[in-house]
Nanobody, 125 residues
Framework: QVQLVESGGGLVQAGGSLRLSCAASGRTFSTYAMGWFRQAPGKEREFVAAIRWSAGNTYYHDSVKDRFTIARDNAKNTLYLQMNSLKPEDTAIYYC??????????????????WGQGTQVTVSS
C-alpha cells in the first residue's frame, strides 16, 4: 500500500521560503506523475504543481509559477516543493498526491489515486 507523508510546513512571513517534502513508501514502479495540491479554509482544493515521474516534465499553476519549484529524488522516493516569495494567499494545507493514470490530465485531483495527510503552510503579512 502506498503511503505519502508530507513535512516541512510551518509559519513564515510574507516574502519568506519553505521547502515541503513528501516521502513515499510502498510505491509501485508505475507512477505516472506526482503533484502538490492545496486547500485554503472555505475554498476548494486547487492544483499547485506536478511532475511526470519518469520524464521529469513540470507543470505549475499560474499563481505559483516563477515562485515555486517542484522536484523529485528517485533514489529517495521523495517529492519536494520549494516555495519562495511566499504570499499570505499561499496559506493552505498542502497535499502531495500520486497518479498511476498514464496520460491523465495532470492538474485534476481526481486523477490521483494516493494522497498524503497534508501539511499546514501559514504565511503572515
Amino acid at each position: 500500500q502506498v503511503q505519502l507523508v508530507e513535512s516541512g510546513g510551518g509559519l513564515v512571513q510574507a516574502g519568506g521560503s519553505l521547502r515541503l517534502s513528501c516521502a513515499a513508501s510502498g510505491r509501485t514502479f508505475s507512477t505516472y506523475a506526482m503533484g502538490w495540491f492545496r486547500q485554503a479554509p472555505g475554498k476548494e482544493r486547487e492544483f499547485v504543481a506536478a511532475i511526470r515521474w519518469s520524464a521529469g516534465n513540470t507543470y505549475y499553476h499560474d499563481s505559483v509559477k516563477d515562485r515555486f519549484t517542484i522536484a523529485r529524488d528517485n533514489a529517495k522516493n521523495t517529492l519536494y516543493l520549494q516555495m519562495n516569495s511566499l504570499k499570505p494567499e499561499d496559506t493552505a494545507i498542502y497535499y502531495c498526491a500520486e497518479s498511476l493514470k498514464i496520460g491523465a490530465t495532470i492538474y485534476l485531483g481526481k486523477n490521483y489515486e494516493y494522497w498524503g495527510q497534508g501539511t499546514q503552510v501559514t504565511v503572515s503579512s
